[in-house]
């Protein structure tokens, strides 16, 4: 076993999804060891960020968490359940509003309901000052559109999990949006353009994140029994992300927690104990 990567931030980890319900506490342990020091835990329903506001709550200066309602959901964000993302959104550990933002290529919810759900979250953020935790998927033009709208209002913003193109990416960064990788780029069948593009992110807009238990990297070598994806995997994304950017571990470790820690106001990570 080598030794942990020093000082690695999961942005995006669904720590509240029923899959983790028996060994929540093995797996922010596991994280913890491999040198994932602090999480934030993903809010994608009421329900759901009122989950992750409690597990963050069990971690000071270690787990935070998002208030906000995916696209998926966008049929439920009401006035009650907007007013009650906003008290959230206010709590101290709730460090960004989302997850938002649209999604055309599974359109759980109508796209007409997706994209006022989308406008009512980034006013949310808007009031409360926080950054936003955003989610596109096949809905590129109208979402950049939304978010254009919105972006001076904003403080800060992370379009997570990146697998769009090189034109896309332009176009996001164009709109001063932070970019997460997950290990879709650990995938050679429909993510091995990012190797490539992975490189013209610059290093203060570079974020890291499994989106756990979402998108086991299909690269890891033994492969883990479960399918099941945990945050402890996130050293092994940015060990291919560092290899593709041409920058050591280290350096990328350094400048993707600083870029984290910048963005969503994180307070200094817990004193490590072996
Ligand atoms: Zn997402």
Redesign the pocket.
């Known amino acids: 076993m080598t030794d942990p990567t020093p000082g690695l931030i999961d942005i995006g980890v669904n720590l509240s999804h029923d899959s983790f319900a028996d060994d929540r506490h093995a797996v922010i342990e596991h994280a913890r060891r491999a040198g994932v020091i602090q999480m934030i835990i993903t809010g994608a329903s009421a329900a759901g960020s009122r989950q992750a506001l409690a597990l963050a709550h069990a971690g000071p200066q270690q787990l935070f968490a998002t208030a906000g309602v995916?696209p998926h959901h966008a049929t439920e964000l009401n006035a009650d359940v907007l007013g009650e993302l906003e008290s959230l959104a206010r709590e101290p550990q709730v460090v960004a509003v989302g997850?938002c933002g649209l999604d055309y290529f599974r359109d759980f919810s109508p796209r007409d309901v997706q994209r006022r759900a989308f406008h009512q979250q980034l006013e949310l953020a808007a009031r409360v000052g926080k950054p936003v935790f955003l989610?596109e998927r096949e809905a590129h033009d109208d979402f950049a559109a939304i978010v254009r709208e919105h972006r001076a209002t904003l403080v800060g913003a992370v379009a997570?999990?990146f697998t769009g193109n090189r034109q896309q990416l332009d176009h996001y960064l164009q709109l001063d949006l932070a970019i997460g990788i997950t290990g879709w780029i650990c995938d050679e069948r429909r993510g091995g353009h990012l190797l490539e593009l992975v490189r013209e992110i610059p290093a203060a807009a570079l974020h890291l994140e499994t989106?756990a238990p979402y998108l086991l990297p299909r690269d890891l070598a033994p492969r883990p029994a479960s399918r099941r994806n945990e945050p402890r995997y996130l050293p092994h994304i940015a060990a291919v992300v560092a290899r593709a950017r041409g920058q050591t571990l280290e350096q990328l470790a350094a400048s993707a927690s600083a870029a984290s820690r910048r963005l969503f106001r994180l307070p200094a990570p817990p004193a490590l104990s072996p």
């Open positions: 995916h997850e989610h997570h999990c989106d």
